[in-house]
Structure formats: C-alpha cells, structure tokens
C-alpha cells in the first residue's frame, strides 16, 4: 500500500518508524517529514497548514491511506475535504475534532453523555468570568477554549490570579483561541494519558502513558509540550482502565455516532485520578508527544492493518498485542525552550546509541550533506528505552543520553523516577 503520513515532529518519526515497519507498507510518503524521516520514507515539501497543497498532493500520489499527525489540520478539517476528493483517512473530522479545537464543546459534549469531569463555567466576558471565579471560591483552572499550543491553561490557587488570567485571554492574549473561556472546578490527583483507538460506535484501547509537562526536573520551570513519558501510566492499573473505557470512552463513541458526529482516529484522554475516580481533563484528537513514542514501540500489532480496521469500521474485530516491556522517552530540548532558543548547533555521539533497546525519535533536527546532526527545534529528540520495568527502560534512555554530546541542549533527569 502507499501511505501519505502527515507531520514532521517526534509524534510522526515514531509513526513513520511504524508505519515502515508494517508489512502492508510498500511506499511511504511524508508531507513535510524530516531529514530524519527520510531513511524511512519519501519525504515531500508541503506544510502541514498548507492544505490546499496537500490535497494537491494526495491527488497526484492518489495513496491508499493518508494519515494525519498533528491536530492543526484535523481541527482545520483536512480529513473531510480529503474524505470527499475519495482518500481513506486515519484522523477524525472537523466536527470530531472539536474535542481537541474547542474545550468548551468537549465539556458540553461529556456533561450531555454523563462523563465524569470537573464542574465548568463558560464564557464570554469579564463579568461573567468574575462571577464563576467567586462561585469556585477562587481555586479553579481559566482555560482558552480554543487551540492554544498548550499555553492556554493556568491553574490558579485564588481569585485574583484567576482574574487576571481570564482578563488576558480575553484582552486577546491567545487570539480568536482565548475570547471564550472556561472557568473550572479544581480538582486534584495524579494525571494519566488513555489512548483509544475510535471507529464510530466502536473503541479499543490503545494505550496509555504518563508524560511531564514542565521543563525542569522535580516539575519546576514553565509548561512545555512534554518533556519525557512512560507507557504504561504507572498509576492507570488496569481496572482503572477498564473503567474510563467503560464509562468515558465507549459513551463518547456511541454518543457522537448517536449524534451524527462520529469520531475515527485516536482519542488522547487526558485524565485526573481523583479519590472519586478518574475524571476527564481533557482531550486531544491525536497521538500525543511524546507519548507516541512509548506508546508506538510497545504495540505489537501492524498499525497499518489497525488504521484500515479504524477507518474501515471494523475495530470490533481487532484485539492488539501488546509488548511486556515498559517504555520510557527522555526529550532532549534546546537550551531556552519553552522560550527562546537556537537553532544550529551539532549534536555528536547519536550514531551509535540505537539498540534492540533504544530508539531515536528526532523531533526537531536537520542532517548536514556530510552528515552532521543539528538542532532545528525547541524539542529536539525522544530518547526511547524499552525494559523488563520502568527502571530498566529509564535506565536505557539514560545510558543512551550519556554517549550524545550536546552541550546547548538539556534533558529532565527524573522522567519515569516517581
Ligand atoms: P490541559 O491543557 O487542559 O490538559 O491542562 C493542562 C494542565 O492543567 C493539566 O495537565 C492539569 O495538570 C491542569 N488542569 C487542567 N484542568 C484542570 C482541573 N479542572 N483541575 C485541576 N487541574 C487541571
Ligand atoms: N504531550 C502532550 C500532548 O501531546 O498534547
């Protein structure tokens, strides 16, 4: 089959090095993809914004499934405008992907279908934003509704700072993201990832995986798109599992195909374990990252063959094999990132750390005509180790980092460590 992999950060090296690995996989093709990337596949120069480019694409190359990476197009609804020009399509639509592009529809949407979740308060002006806040007794989360890059969320422990929060996003802070808002309940507990596979009416768990948001070790500095996982969620034990799938995951399926809005592709469930049980954070439309690459070197099954049961409305058939080991992946970012950073600098040593039991995900590199590895990115590579237990697999990771020299980079030290 010939496959048009959409996406060119960490996310889509590790569905690349899958999607390659598939026996049903005879071309692949990347838009944009990455100097990385191009060991596994052909990589074509069209943006992942640049949908009128990509369609053009998928209309010359006429693959047989297009898969999309990254939320931006699939909010934009890249797989409705490539579902009516006849392409297959792993992702879901516009409409579905509202779960992901507007957090006010994915907490009306759970509220209708009796998912737990935090109370919520949306709006559109300070006045109503002030008058949420006092109801919460001024511990409550501002959230733009709207795509944010993950910036959009403060967790805030008073009234004031509540306030000042939601004056910003609504002064324009994130843009169109931010003129709506929703004021929540703050609820405490470990967080854990559930990913769902989504065919309609349809679900299978797809993993799950824990990953650490801030830059600096022991959960300190700014937020960051994630800087390390572990797969499997050390604290998602699998009743827990059974249960958000039981009462989050397969309501919402049926739900929205009930509702003529049926969601295909991955669910991300960003979960809270309360001392009530785990309630809906959010949610995401996609793989995460760097979730996907602890997630994607576990499965075991053909993940193309997964992607046509899921498009195909065929999951009900699937059950997916799973490897033992645990997987744990250490981001490797630019000395700056989440902030400023630059771009350029050489990376040594990467040659000769890949092993039966670690994987290199580039998310933001370039490769020299003579071979030098240099940083393009704020993130800029996943070192994935695989082990009998969390231990082992950090432990793998962390030998790997030590053989790269990188001096303008860093690195958490204490992913997975509690
Ligand atoms: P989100 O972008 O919605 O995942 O939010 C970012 C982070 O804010 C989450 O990972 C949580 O740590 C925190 N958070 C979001 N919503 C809540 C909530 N209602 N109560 C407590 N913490 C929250
Ligand atoms: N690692 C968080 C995300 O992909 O949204």
Known sequence: MKILLIGSGGREHALAWSIAA????????????????????????????????????????????????????????????????????????????????????????????????????????????????????????????????????????????????????????????????????????????????????????????????????????????????????????????????DEIVLPLARGMADDGTPYRGILYVGLMLTADGPQVIEFNCRLGDPEAQVILPRLRSDIVAVMLATVEGTLGHVSLRWDDRSAVTVVMAAEGYPGTYDKGSAIGGTDAVETEDVILFHAGTKIDADGTLRAHGGRVLAVTGLGADVTAARNASYDAIKAISWPQGFYRRDIAAS
Do not use: W, Y
């Open 22 to 245: 598939s026996a049903l996989t005879e071309d692949l093709l990347i838009a944009p993809g990455s100097d990385a990337m191009a060991a596994l596949g052909r990589c074509i120069d069209v943006s992942v914004d640049d949908l009128d480019g990509l369609m053009e694409l998928a209309a010359s190359e006429a693959p047989d499934l297009v898969v999309v990476g990254p939320e931006a197009p699939l909010v934009a609804g890249l797989v409705d405008r490539m579902e009516a020009a006849g392409h297959a399509v792993f992702g879901p639509r516009q409409a579905a992907a509202q779960l992901e592009g507007s957090k006010g529809f994915a907490r009306e949407i759970c509220a209708k279908f009796g998912i737990r979740q935090p109370g919520f308060t949306i709006c559109t002006d300070l006045a109503a934003a002030h008058a949420a806040i006092d109801a919460t007794g001024g511990a409550c989360v501002i959230k733009a509704d709207g795509l944010a890059a993950g910036k959009g969320v403060v967790v805030a422990d008073d009234a004031d700072e509540a306030k000042a929060a939601a004056a910003k996003m609504l002064a324009g802070r994130f843009g169109d993201a931010g003129a709506t808002l929703l004021v929540e309940e703050r609820i405490n507990g470990p967080e854990a990832s559930l990913f769902a596979l989504i065919d309609g009416p349809n679900a299978l768990f797809m993993g799950s995986a824990q990953d650490h948001k801030r830059a600096f070790d022991g959960d300190r500095g700014p937020n960051t798109g994630g800087m390390g996982a572990v797969s499997p969620a050390p604290r998602l034990s699998d009743e827990l599992r059974d249960q958000v799938m």
